[in-house]
């Protein structure tokens, strides 16, 4: 294993000197062990790009290294804001013009996908690309029964290629897990291992075919975006088929202001699509570059989104996505002590951390960019200052968070491209605000409880055995608990524990049948006969799944 990362270090070197990038990588203390790896090649003394310009020169080496680095350069390409004009534009290049492949390639793929000819499958079908990126290229086509199609093709060979890089990145992330002090905090391996999942997942297309369908189900009759239809039947791991859909790719600025589209809609629009998935929908969109993003602009003053490439979708675990939302109100109102509370109490900084003085550090950042459009916002400055104070107050990274993170990143820059006079703060806090009212609205418990309620009553049904036999044990003195000894120190609080546990049960069996006598005998107070039940199952519940410490 370690040969072939070896090896694909000395390739990765290879291009960067051949496209004239050395210097930037020589810079970089992760690849400083294989410093030598340059100064003893000779494709440093003789290798070198010529002509072109940075841009170019970086575009072509990113490129050259294949899809996980295409796709880092897609990333930086979303924010003009963050890095030269001119390298962004030719990095806008790396969303959907990279060098394609063969029409013929594409062709056999499909044909033994299906295991049956080209002609069978498609009335007509054109072997130049629609667009080609990292991970796949898509045709247009038509279908024997007459839709208009496009079908995705993966790239061949792609699960060697990413497996590899991943294996490189991991073996940079162990070095710098090593030897880097901030390693602790910025967490580089559990990163990579996310982005694993992450990008092996992009790789199966009828996974992505799912993704496209949850969320049209999601948008269905929305004015704010548009899914395209999968043909489910066209489907396989490695080929998928989409309605095709018509509109105006969201970097061709010119031809939406020729077409009188309204910027200021679509920007807001944009910010209400992404906190509607992130939170009313839990399932958002994490690739939202330029190049997945079209413009129908049939209604010029009411524009809509339409949408492509369903490869990397993100959720939320309930935990998460409570501080998320809890963060974003607090920032939003200025309140940034409910901020720092929520950060410790979130474990995302030390248990030990003083409120005041974090809470002092967030508004020192924050508060200068309130009020401001996003023409006049350095985001980059702020993230610059966000992390030092992450550093100064040991704050560690999470890495589920990351797709999300870079999802508004790329969304920020595109409502930066759109509309720079758009104000985030006052188009974000409503939506959130109507979010969290709704998701606290007696409906809404309601409808939880009514899905929770088939596994409450199955736990219901096996109270009455469990108590029994505690009960049981209980009484004769066979009732225990397993405990492992780590020292005298802990013996006697263990033992308080125990008693109590085993006092516990006994309360619960009395609670139970003192509900089951008031539910009988006493109609009137039923309510009171089902409050006990309750507190019986909840101490049962304690005692029959919450572990000792010491267990």
Not at 244 to 257: F, V, Y
Request: glycine letters at 6%; charged letters at 25%.
């Amino acid at each position: 294993m370690q040969i072939r990362v070896a090896a694909r270090l000395l390739q990765i070197q290879r291009a960067l000197v051949r496209h004239g990038l050395d210097d930037f990588i020589r810079a970089t203390h992760l690849y400083r062990p294989f410093r030598f790896l340059f100064y003893l090649s000779p494709w440093t003394w003789f290798q070198r790009s010529a002509g072109e310009t940075r841009g170019e020169r970086l575009r072509l080496a990113l490129e050259e290294l294949g899809p996980i680095f295409i796709k880092f350069g897609q990333a930086l390409s979303t924010r003009r804001d963050m890095i030269p004009v001119d390298i962004a534009d030719e990095l806008a290049k790396l969303q959907d013009r990279v060098p394609p492949f063969g029409g013929g390639i594409a062709v056999a793929t499909i044909e033994a996908a299906f295991g049956a000819r080209l002609g069978d499958i498609f009335a007509a079908f054109d072997v130049t690309p629609l667009a080609a990126a990292s991970i796949a290229q898509v045709h247009a086509a038509t279908l024997n029964t007459g839709e208009d199609v496009v079908v995705k093709v993966l790239r061949p060979g792609m699960h060697d290629v990413i497996d590899l890089d991943l294996t490189v990145l991991e073996t940079l992330a162990g070095l710098a897990d090593q030897y880097w002090r901030e390693a602790r905090r910025l967490r580089p391996i559990e990163i990579v291992q996310e982005y694993r999942k992450t990008i092996l997942d992009e790789l199966d297309l009828m996974r992505e075919a799912a993704n496209a369908a949850q969320l049209k189900r999601n948008f269905a009759g929305s004015s704010l975006l548009y899914v395209p239809a999968v043909y489910w039947d066209y489907c396989r791991v490695n080929v998928m088929v989409m309605e095709r859909i018509h509109g105006i790719i969201i970097s061709h600025m010119d031809e939406l202001r020729a077409r009188g589209a309204n910027f200021a809609k679509l920007a807001e629009n944009g910010v209400e699509i992404f906190f509607t998935q992130v939170f009313r929908h839990n399932f958002f969109h994490a690739d939202m570059h330029p190049g997945n993003i079209f413009v129908q602009v049939e209604d010029p003053a009411n524009p809509r989104y339409a949408a492509v490439d369903f490869g990397i979708v993100g959720t939320l675990q309930p935990r998460d996505q409570h501080y998320l939302a809890g963060n974003f109100m607090a920032f939003f109102e200025r309140d940034y002590g409910r901020v720092a509370a929520l950060h410790v109490e979130s474990g995302w900084v030390p248990a030990g951390t003083r409120v005041d003085e974090l809470e002092s550090a967030v508004r020192t950042v924050c508060e200068p960019i309130f009020n401001k459009p996003l023409k006049e916002i350095s985001f980059a400055q702020v993230l610059l200052r966000l992390f030092e104070v992450a550093r100064r107050f040991d704050m560690t990274i999470q890495p589920q968070l990351i797709l999300l993170q870079k999802t508004l990143v790329n969304v920020e820059g595109l409502g930066r491209e759109l509309y720079p006079e758009l104000d985030i703060f006052k188009t974000a806090q409503p939506i959130l605000r109507s979010w969290m009212r709704e998701r606290m609205s007696p409906r809404t418990i309601l409808r939880r409880m009514r899905t929770q309620l088939p596994d409450a009553i199955e736990a219901l049904k096996q109270v009455p055995q469990v108590l029994q036999i505690a009960i049981r044990e209980a009484a004769e003195g066979r009732l225990t608990i397993q405990v492992k000894d780590r020292g005298n120190h802990k013996l006697r609080e263990d033992m308080r524990r125990a008693n109590i546990r085993r006092d516990s049960v006994i309360v619960a069996g009395v609670l139970w049948l003192s509900g089951l006598i008031c539910l009988a005998l006493f109609p009137r107070y039923q309510w009171f006969g089902w409050v006990q039940m309750l507190a019986s199952i909840a101490l049962v519940i304690r005692y029959r799944y919450v572990r000792s410490p010491l267990e």
